[in-house]
């Protein structure tokens, strides 16, 4: 499941980049605009998974038109938070489906397990927080 938000990336005095993300507290840096990227793909990555985890309501992206950075730029950064859930196990179920969905889908090549697993981590995030 790819999630999608603004960094912000400011060029250090001392060299490299320091990135921070609109949404939320905290950042990364790197010391050089690769490894700033992969750091600001692994910082999203790991803070969306502990959204997910403790049932946080993930924020809605910032317009990225509105962003500016005065010693640097902005860009969007996408992550897969699935990676860094803990108890990621996989369990077997057993569902139903039609049986005319279930053909069309085995000849598209369609993973059953990997679909039900993204629409099922779509519709966790998008209900209200349990707390």
């Known amino acids: 499941m790819l ?42 990555a790991g803070i969306l998974a502990t959204y997910i985890e403790e049932g946080h309501e993930l924020p809605t992206p910032s317009n990225i038109k509105e962003l500016k ?17 803990h108890g990621n196990k996989t369990i077997r179920k057993n569902v139903s489906v039609p049986e005319w969905i279930a053909k069309r889908a085995q000849q598209a090549k369609i993973n059953f397990s990997e679909t039900l ?13 349990q707390k």
């Not at 010693?71 to 990676?83: L, R």
């Not at 697993?117 to 927080?129: D, H, N, Y």
């Open 3 to 44: 999630k999608i938000y603004p960094a912000i990336f400011h060029e250090a005095e001392e060299g490299g980049y320091w990135i921070e993300f609109p949404e939320f507290l905290g950042g990364t840096q790197g010391d050089t605009l690769n490894e700033a990227m992969q750091m600001a793909q692994d910082f999203l």
């Open 69 to 85: 950075a005065d010693d640097g730029f902005v860009t969007m950064i996408q992550a897969d938070p699935s990676p860094y859930i």
């Open 117 to 129: 697993t993204e629409a099922l981590l779509e519709k966790i995030i998008e209900m209200p927080s």
